[in-house]
Nanobody, 117 residues
Framework: QVQLVESGGGLVQPGGSLRLSCAAS???????MGWYRQAPGKQREFVAA??????????NYADSVKGRFTISRDNAKNTVYLEMNSLKPEDTAVYYC?????????WGQGTQVTVSS
C-alpha cells in the first residue's frame, strides 16, 4: 500500500502564498500524483495533477487555479508539491494529496488551507 502525508497548510492573507508538500511511502510504483480540495458544504474537486515524468507539460490544472498554482514532483523523494500564489478566499479548503497506482487510489489525511484577512 501507499501512505501519503501532507504538510504546509495554514492561514494566509488574500494575495499570499503557501507551499504544500506530500510525501509518499511504500513500495508500490506510483503513476500520477495530484491534489484535490474540499470546501465546507462542497464536494471534493480536482486541483492539479502531474504524471510520473514530472515535466511541466505533464501537469494538469483546474481552470480556477491555472496561472496561480504550480504542481511539481521529486520522484527520488516520492514527493509532490503544490505552490500556491495569489491565494483567494475561495481557495479555502482542506487539500488532499492523491496517488494513483495499480491498486487504485491512495489519499492523504488532508491539510487545511485558510485564506482570510
Amino acid at each position: 500500500q501507499v501512505q501519503l502525508v501532507e504538510s504546509g497548510g495554514g492561514l494566509v492573507q488574500p494575495g499570499g502564498s503557501l507551499r504544500l508538500s506530500c510525501a509518499a511511502s511504500g513500495s508500490i510504483f506510483i503513476n500520477t500524483m495530484g491534489w484535490y480540495r474540499q470546501a465546507p458544504g462542497k464536494q471534493r474537486e480536482f486541483v492539479a495533477a502531474i504524471a510520473r515524468g514530472g515535466l511541466p507539460n505533464y501537469a494538469n490544472y483546474a481552470d480556477s487555479v491555472k496561472g496561480r498554482f504550480t504542481i511539481s514532483r521529486d520522484n527520488a523523494k516520492n514527493t509532490v508539491y503544490l505552490e500556491m500564489n495569489s491565494l483567494k478566499p475561495e481557495d479555502t479548503a482542506v487539500y488532499y494529496c492523491n496517488a494513483k497506482h495499480f491498486l487504485g487510489d491512495s489519499w492523504g489525511q488532508g491539510t487545511q488551507v485558510t485564506v482570510s484577512s
